[in-house]
């Protein structure tokens, strides 16, 4: 074996001793996966959908069981092929299979087959994307695919990076304005810093006071805005919660907008926050991890009018179109370099100054991580495949599914709309036949509240479905479901209702 066998030109084997170049495993691979060559279907590859019902969405097994099953303890002595082989086979069975068209737990479903053969490339080439030194491609990659993010928010300049997931890129986003207000603060670290105050609505995701608590601002700093009956900030809250803040004593620096909150689904108002950060000099932050790829959609992309006010926006491709984990961009307006000049230490064994090419493109040195995967490949293959107008059509797709799912839901008896929805989360309670008409008594919200805890247990057991649930406010436990995987047809939708209405009947 020498060092040309473990590179991956298309025509070099995967194993030394297999018969099986890299070019035909992943021809065979998309071929499969595609439902045949030339196939452009934007929905769940034919090959799956046939054999899709005879499988279950998991197995579920109590963690002492499990823990037997797979024997995971690591021994000194090395196992044979096959064993290995049994191994794996043991980890895809027990695994949740989060690409079955049953699987509405998550804001991520599916996994398109070009993202998977990306990430089959990434894997193998296994490179870091920090210098154009050893990641040439992808330096260059990244930059054009976060161009088209960029250009996708209204912006025809600016910077960002692709980030190990949607909470970091918002606490990137949160170190930024810190930074670009207080630029000490890299060197003297809280010293330099008043108490600081930032903004996101009572419905943001719960990153924003993580990273808060971890970048030393602590929660307490994290000043909380009321939002609307839909979920939406109230931009007057806003103004509210920024004059009492500063009667603190506190200095605000940023506010972080929500583009399709967690639970709900609600589009905050850009425009009027917008307005409000520019009449106080603040930062505009857009989570838009869940709501961002709407803007690939000509027909909702209004969702996010006055995005293209913002100074950054964080933006998760894994989610609505099926990149897969992890593919979160930290996209920004700036043009001056401010990723590099907040988070660069010039390490001058990897970031040479006097390199043989243009060290710019060793952007590495803009981020906190010293190695980093490469996010970028998986979303470009994708969009070269689908291309913008087949991703503009599971968008689409998405929403009408969504609303066909109220549509029916409404006609059925047992099933109680939270409201309305204006994404694809669809959030709802199951009223199962023993609670039906009885909503003027006493317990009856408390006893519905447990409703859903008890059908998440049986479907779970019973592997046939998942969907996720929680209380919100002083709304009891209420399922939500998330239209996201675009092999979803209307019949998953008219699945969901009936297994609910099976799995409730006796309650
Ligand atoms: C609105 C919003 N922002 C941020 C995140 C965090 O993204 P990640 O899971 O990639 O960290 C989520 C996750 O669901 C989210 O819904």
């Not at 976060?146 to 909470?167: A, E, M, N, Y």
């Not at 995701?205 to 839909?230: C, Q």
């Not at 909150?261 to 505009?284: M, S, Y």
């Not at 913002?310 to 593919?327: E, I, M, Y």
Request: with cysteine; charged share 25%.
């Amino acid at each position: 074996m020498c060092l040309r066998d473990y590179m991956l030109p298309p025509s070099v084997h995967i194993y030394p001793c297999s018969r099986v170049t890299w070019e035909t495993f992943l021809t065979h691979f998309l071929c499969k996966l595609r439902g045949g060559a030339g196939s452009r279907s934007v929905g769940c590859p034919r090959t799956t959908r046939t054999s899709r019902s005879s499988r279950q969405v998991c197995e579920w097994k109590e963690p002492e069981e499990l823990r037997r099953l797979l024997d995971l303890e690591l021994r000194s002595e090395g196992e044979a092929a096959e064993q290995i082989l049994a191994r794996c086979r043991e980890v895809i069975h027990y695994s949740v299979k989060t690409c079955h068209p049953h699987f509405f737990n998550q804001l991520f479903s599916g996994l398109d087959p070009h993202a998977l053969a990306g990430r089959i490339v990434t894997e193998s080439l296994n490179t870091s994307q920090y210098t154009y030194e050893i990641a040439p491609v992808f330096v260059l990659m990244e930059e054009e695919v976060l161009k088209k993010l960029r250009s996708l928010v209204g912006w025809s300049s600016g910077d960002g990076v692709f980030c190990p997931g949607g909470s970091i890129s918002n606490m990137y986003a949160v170190n930024l304005a810190r930074y670009q207000r207080y630029p000490d603060c890299k060197q003297r670290g809280l010293r330099a810093l008043p108490p600081l105050a930032l903004f996101a609505s009572k419905e943001c995701h719960y990153s924003i006071k993580k990273g808060a608590a971890f970048l030393g601002l602590g929660t307490d700093s994290v000043r909380v805005v009321k939002t609307d009956e839909r979920g939406k900030m109230i931009p007057e809250d806003l103004e509210r919660q920024i004059s009492l803040a500063e009667a603190e004593g506190a200095v605000p620096f940023l506010v972080s907008a929500t583009s399709g909150t967690t639970v709900l689904g609600a589009f905050d108002p850009l425009e009027a926050i917008a307005d409000v950060c520019q009449h106080h000099g603040l930062w505009l932050h857009v989570d838009a991890a869940w709501g961002g790829s709407v803007l690939l959609s000509q027909t909702h992309r209004h969702l996010l009018d006055g995005i293209q006010r913002a100074d950054s926006v964080a933006w998760n491709p894994h989610k609505l179109l099926t990149a897969g984990l992890q593919c979160s961009a930290l996209l920004l307006r700036d043009t001056s370099n401010l990723l590099r000049r907040c988070h660069g230490s010039q390490a001058s064994y990897l970031f040479q100054q006097d390199k043989f090419y243009d060290v710019a493109l060793d952007t590495g040195d803009k981020v906190v991580q010293c190695g980093r995967r490469v996010d970028c490949l998986k979303l470009w293959l994708m969009w070269k495949a689908q291309g913008g107008q087949g991703l503009e059509r599971r968008v689409d797709q998405a929403f009408a599914l969504a609303w066909y799912l109220v549509e029916e839901l409404k006609k059925r008896e047992g099933f109680e709309l939270i409201m309305e929805p204006e994404f694809v989360n669809v959030c709802f309670w199951f009223v199962p036949p023993s609670l039906r008409g009885k909503q003027e008594s006493p317990d009856y919200s408390e006893r519905l509240a447990k409703v859903a805890p008890v059908l998440k247990e049986r479907m779970v057991k019973e592997g046939s479905m998942m969907i996720g649930y929680q209380p919100h406010g002083t709304r009891g436990n209420f399922f939500r479901m998330v239209v996201a995987n675009p092999a979803l047809t209307r019949a998953d939708m008219d699945f969901l209702l009936n297994e609910l209405e099976r799995l409730g009947q006796d309650l």
